[in-house]
């Protein structure tokens, strides 16, 4: 879930602001690209909520890092523009979807310009249902009443 959870946020990012060409994770390479983002797993959490049934989150931080003047300055605009459309769709929205379309729901997002950058934590969930055992739906039933077997045919509504 980890990891598609980051390709999942990774093609939000592409898609949404495709001009941003660099998106890294682990460490910043040395004299890296302007504008571009940085995302950090913060947290990750496996619960079994059932047999079936387990949930996963993951808080990421995005860093953003907005095109400078020659003085080393960042674009202030860029900063709050970006942090407002990451914001603004995440709250319309509420879901990332991966490309192979695994939807996540986005349990918070926070955050904003602090210093030179922008710094958004992302909380995303997945639940996922084990594989189990699939059964023929019921067809015939056979119904003992005072020792006499009685077939009824079982139908199915359309709905």
């Not at 619960?47 to 993951?58: G, K, L, T, V, W």
């Not at 907005?66 to 860029?78: G, K, Q």
């Not at 407002?84 to 939807?103: N, Q």
């Amino acid at each position: 879930m980890l990891a598609a959870s980051y390709e999942a946020i990774r093609h939000f990012l592409a898609t949404t602001f495709p001009d941003v060409t660099g998106i890294y994770n682990s460490t910043m390479p040395a004299g890296f690209a302007r504008p571009s983002f940085y995302l950090e797993l913060v947290l990750g959490i496996d619960d079994e909520r059932s047999e079936a049934i387990y949930n996963s989150q993951a808080t990421w931080e995005i860093v953003y890092f907005a095109p400078v003047d020659e003085n080393f300055i960042p674009d202030t605009v860029s900063q709050l523009q970006v942090a407002d459309t990451i914001k603004k769709i995440m709250a319309e929205k509420m879901i990332v979807v991966h490309p192979d379309g695994t939807v996540f729901s986005v349990l918070g997002c926070e955050g904003g310009p602090r210093d030179s950058e922008v710094y958004i934590n992302l909380k995303l969930e997945l639940d996922v249902r084990a594989p189990g055992t699939e059964y023929d739906l019921m067809k015939d039933i056979q119904h003992n009443v005072d020792g006499v077997m009685q077939e009824v045919e079982y139908i199915q509504e359309e709905g």
